[in-house]
Every structure is written in C-alpha cells, then in structure tokens.
C-alpha cells in the first residue's frame, strides 16, 4: 500500500498548488472554484484507499468515482479527436502518457468504491 501513499501524496501536492495559485488567476470564474471543490473531493476515495479506512458512505464513494469516471471517458474521447486531428509522434507520446495517468487516477477509486468488500464490513 506505499505506492498508494505516494501516490496520494502527489496527487494532494497537486491539489494543494492548484489551489494557491487559483487566487492568482487573471480571469478567475465559477468554474474554477467548482474545479477546486470536485477535486477536493476526488482527495478522498484516493485517501480512503491508500490508507485503507472509510473516510465517507460508501454511496458518496462510488458517486465521486463514478463522476470521475465519465469525466475520463469524456477526456479520453476528445484526446482521440485531438490525436486523430493532429497526428504526430509527440501527440501519440502524449496521448499515451494522459491514458496512463487517467488510469493511476481512476484504479484507485474504482478499488475504493467497489472492491474493497472487507473495508466496509469492518466500519460503515
């Protein structure tokens, strides 16, 4: 479970400089504070995991991951748009390395939501 650990590390440093820089922005608008919410919110199946407790309800888990989901599939539709409409080597490496990373981020809070079966019989 380290590798988990560091990767919720990452993904919260990530988090965290988004947010100190979001005060900064020169056309700051409301779906930059929604951004930030969501992905504050996405913090938690990732912590949940990494750690293995039950941070929130099981149901609101499998909503965040479910959202998250059909926010990857709609990315990965318009990453095969953008690769079809500018093929080029550097848009395939690209291409890849965003699928590997939709993957890192998603594997998580699908194992969260809906395979950690002993997880939720010991608490919630």
Known sequence: MKKWKVLFAIFSFIYVIS?????FED???ISDFFGAVTGGLTL???????YQVVVCPRRVAQLIAVLNMLLATYLLY????VLIGYFTIGQVIATIFCVFFLFVFIYPQYMYAFKCEKLWQKDV
Do not use: H, I
């Open 19 to 23: 947010l100190v820089q979001l005060p």
């Open 78 to 81: 318009y990453g095969v748009l």
């Open 27 to 29: 056309d700051l608008t």
């Open 44 to 50: 938690v199946p990732l912590y949940g995991f990494a």
